[in-house]
Nanobody, 127 residues
Framework: QAQLMESGGGSVHTGGSLRLSCVIS????????MGWFRQVPGKEREGVAR????????SYAEPVKGRFTISKDNAKNTVYLHLKAVRPDDTAMYYC????????????????????WGQGTQVTVGD
């Protein structure tokens, strides 16, 4: 069973940058659908970005397009989320999740289908 561990969260000024990392214990993850999600108290968890390991395609939620980048390093079993030009409304707990080999449906599967989740890492944006 895959285990995920996020790191890299913290406090950052508005307009700043941050890189989140997610290490996956399962060495077969290279073709998996991976995602980053975020949640603030009282709101539903929302998708931020996804990466289809089968073809490398990526997708982003509208609020983060052009500012966030999802990437991976198969050799390190790690998925990254690069945040730049952050805003106060990016403040949230960020979660990494793994689905499975879902190509070509990685970008449309519902959040509830992701079976493996990390514990989350907090990102706080302020002045």
């Amino acid at each position: 069973q895959a285990q995920l561990m996020e790191s890299g969260g913290g406090s950052v000024h508005t307009g700043g940058s941050l890189r989140l990392s997610c290490v996956i214990s399962d060495y077969s993850f290279s073709r998996w659908c991976m995602g980053w999600f975020r949640q603030v108290p009282g709101k539903e968890r929302e998708g931020v970005a996804r990466l289809d390991g089968s073809d490398g395609s990526v997708s982003y939620a509208e609020p983060v397009k052009g500012r966030f980048t999802i990437s991976k390093d198969n050799a390190k079993n790690t998925v990254y989320l690069h945040l730049k030009a952050v805003r106060p409304d990016d403040t949230a707990m960020y979660y990494c999740a793994a689905g499975g080999v879902w190509h070509p449906f990685c970008h449309t599967r519902p959040v509830s289908d992701f079976g493996y989740w990390g514990q989350g890492t907090q990102v706080t944006v302020g002045d």
